[in-house]
Structure formats: structure tokens, C-alpha cells
């Protein structure tokens, strides 16, 4: 029996996760623990360990670690009570590997636990670049402390070679993210009714997220631009789920609540990762900084309007539209996104994070890979291979 550890700290996170979770759950020879962390946990961020448990995941077991501080020296503090908690947990469950993804404080943490235990680690989307968030750090972090590679893209896989990682422990298998739309998302079993009621059903639907920018240019979290837009443009629905719990979120969730009496905005604190995308169906554009209007949002063959630098470096299709956080640039991108030429292009958009199976692969490699030697690393010199 071969025992692997999963760590979700984030709806966004778990929306990636959720079906190679449940594919690992339903191995005959792998036994599975769950161990949901950070915004989880939180009744402000809507305590989204809930949707763990409805979406089917067993064996969840909750870390403590998020302090009500969002400032960098909270975050840096939680980080470190984070490694405590998941050191303790990790050795009580003796695990043979540890899954992670992507690249947030909660997961360095997990991360440094399990190097620090000798447990090896796989880590899914390493290889990329935010530029605009300090995750782009502990992105790279993580992968020089994993020992098996999952990134999306081949560029990726390259990237992870220039960082000393070894190919043969590097998988290109595409973005999870991809297959929630082939598999998990059936919208006919999801009632949106509550969600999108909007006073006028007419107007266009814009999916908006927008994140703390962490890295770059500190300026894109004055996002008192984007609500002025969104003040004028009452020809648009927009539905507008939190941000995470980085730095200066909870600042930006006072400045949504602002907003809370327009006919025309609806606020959620989570949709949760099934609902998210049921809304995406509807939607007639992404708006904000999430990776998810340039991961997922592409598949739907609907425009994504990108703010500012925190995706800056991630390959993007030809439906993702750049701009920076001031009105005037706000206000030409959203009517070139309901532009009837444009709306064409979208529909001609290829997904440049795959097509999906992604989890299929990944579940396939981690049912079979050896890890008995996985932490006797030895650096890749690509000059010398």
C-alpha cells in the first residue's frame, strides 16, 4: 500500500486538484490523506473545507495555520506555523509522498516539511512565471525540492531542467485545471439560479477575480480604477467572487463591499471550483489577475481581460486581452471583449495548457514511479548532458 499526502490550501487550488484526488481515492493500492489548510479553513473566505467533503474527498484532515493578519509578516508568520503543523502531521501519517501544486505560501511550507522529513515530493504546475507575485520564488522553490516534475507545457519542462531537475523525473502531462472542464463540469446538475440574478438578464456577464499583487508594481492594488469602471458600465453584469488571503485582500474585499448595492454586481465570497466554472459557461468574459482566465478560461472560447504583471510569463492564448489598472485602459479592453470580430477570434482559440487527462497521467506516474531513491537528487547540467 503505497500512502500519498495532498495538500490544498486554496478553493483555486482544490478546484485543480479535486479530480486527481478522486482518481487517487478510487487506487486499489493507494491510501490517500487530505490535508486542507489556509483560506480552508476561514469563514471569511467561506470556509471551503465544506466543498472538500461535498465534492466526495475522504480522509481530510484540517492544519491550523493562517493567523486573521493578511500583512507580509503575517503571512511570513504563517508560513511558519504552517511548517510546525504539517511536520507534526506528516510524520504521525508516515507518508510514502507528498502532492502539491503550484506555488503559495502554504504549500512552501508543506514542502519544506516533507524535504526536511525525507518525504518525497511531486509537484504539479512548477516551471511557470508570475512575475507580479512572490510566489514566482516559492514556485521554484518548491521544485528544487521536489524530486517528480508534473508541469503543464513543455516550455515548463524546459524551464525545470535549466533549475538542475532531472528529465527523467519530469512528465509533461498538461494543466489539471483543463479537466475539469471534460469531466467534472456537467452544468445541467449545477442550479445557477441563486447565483447569477441579476436584475437585468440581458446585459453581457462578466466573471470578475482579482487578486493581491505581491510582486511588481505595488500600484495594481489600488483597485479604486476597476470599481469606477465597473460603476460605468452598467450594461454589464458583473459577479465577482474574493480574493485570496494575500496581503492586501482583505482591503480589497472592504472596497468590493462598496459595490454590494449595484443592480449589477453580485459578490460571493466562493463559488466553489464546480460552480465557478458552471458560471464560466454563462459568462461573456474573465475579468481580473487570476491564472484561471488564462488556464481555463481559453476552453470556453470566451475573452479574458488580464490586469497588470501577477500572470506576467505565462504563455497565453489569443482570447487574453493585456491591460494595465487605470480607467481608460479598462474601458477599451472590456468593449474590445464585446467586440463582435474579437468574440470570433475567441472562438478560433487554441488552449496552449492542453487538452486534458492530465490527472489520468498523473495518478498513472505516481501508482507506478519508484521513490525509493527520489531523494538522492543529483543536479541536471544541460552544458554537460
Known amino acids: 500500500m503505497r500512502k500519498i499526502g495532498i495538500v490544498t ?26 490535508f486542507a489548510c489556509g ?4 469563514p471569511e473566505y467561506g ?17 491550523e495555520m493562517l493567523l486573521s493578519s493578511s500583512t507580509r509578516v503575517g503571512i511570513a508568520k504563517s508560513t511558519g506555523l504552517a511548517t510546525i503543523s504539517f511536520a507534526d502531521a506528516f510524520d504521525y501519517h508516515n507518508l510514502d509522498c ?48 521536489a524530486s517528480i516534475h508534473f508541469p503543464a507545457t513543455e516550455c515548463f519542462a524546459k524551464r525545470l531542467m535549466q533549475l538542475g531537475e532531472q528529465p527523467s523525473q519530469i512528465f509533461v502531462t498538461g494543466a489539471p485545471g483543463i479537466d475539469n472542464i471534460i469531466h467534472a463540469l456537467n ?37 479604486n480604477p ?18 485570496n488571503a494575500d496581503g492586501e485582500g482583505a482591503l480589497m474585499i472592504k472596497q468590493w463591499l462598496e459595490l454590494a448595492n449595484l443592480n449589477n454586481v453580485i459578490l460571493y465570497p466562493s463559488l466553489g471550483f464546480k460552480r465557478y466554472l458552471a458560471v464560466m459557461t454563462q459568462a461573456a468574459c474573465v475579468l481580473g489577475n487570476s491564472s484561471s482566465g488564462l488556464i481555463e478560461a481559453p476552453s470556453f472560447k470566451i475573452p479574458t481581460i488580464n490586469i497588470g504583471t501577477r ?13 494595465s489598472m487605470n480607467d481608460t485602459s479598462l474601458m477599451d479592453a472590456i468593449d474590445k471583449a464585446l467586440d ?3 468574440i470570433f477570434q475567441c472562438k478560433q482559440a487554441v488552449n496552449p495548457y492542453g487538452e486534458g487527462n492530465a490527472s489520468e497521467k498523473i495518478v498513472k506516474i505516481l501508482s507506478e514511479i519508484d521513490l525509493s531513491n527520489c531523494q538522492s537528487k543529483t543536479f541536471y547540467d544541460r552544458d554537460n548532458a
Open 311 to 323: 500572470q506576467k510569463g505565462r504563455p497565453k492564448s489569443c482570447s487574453v486581452i493585456d491591460t
Open 47 to 63: 470556509l471551503t473545507i465544506n466543498e472538500l467533503k461535498e465534492s466526495g474527498v475522504e480522509n481530510i484532515i484540517p492544519i
Open 98 to 145: 507528498l502532492l502539491v501544486l503550484g506555488d503559495r505560501f502554504e504549500i512552501f511550507a508543506a514542502a519544506q516539511a516533507a524535504l526536511f522529513l525525507g518525504i518525497p515530493i511531486a509537484h504539479i504546475h512548477g516551471g511557470e512565471v508570475t512575475e507580479g507575485a512572490f510566489d514566482e520564488a516559492l514556485r521554484h522553490s518548491i521544485s528544487k525540492m
Open 226 to 243: 476597476l470599481l469606477n469602471v465597473i460603476r460605468k458600465r452598467d450594461d454589464i453584469n458583473f459577479l465577482v467572487t474574493y480574493p
Open 187 to 223: 452544468a445541467t446538475d449545477i442550479d445557477l439560479n441563486d447565483i447569477v440574478s441579476f436584475k437585468n438578464v440581458e446585459n453581457p456577464m462578466f466573471l470578475v477575480t482579482y487578486h493581491p499583487v505581491t510582486g511588481g508594481d505595488a500600484e495594481e492594488n489600488d483597485i
Open 9 to 34: 490550501g486554496t478553493r483555486a487550488d482544490f478546484g485543480l486538484l479535486s479530480r486527481t484526488i478522486l482518481l487517487l481515492q478510487k487506487k486499489q493500492y493507494i491510501e490517500t490523506v487530505v
Open 39 to 42: 483560506m480552508h479553513l476561514s
Open 340 to 342: 463582435t470580430d474579437f
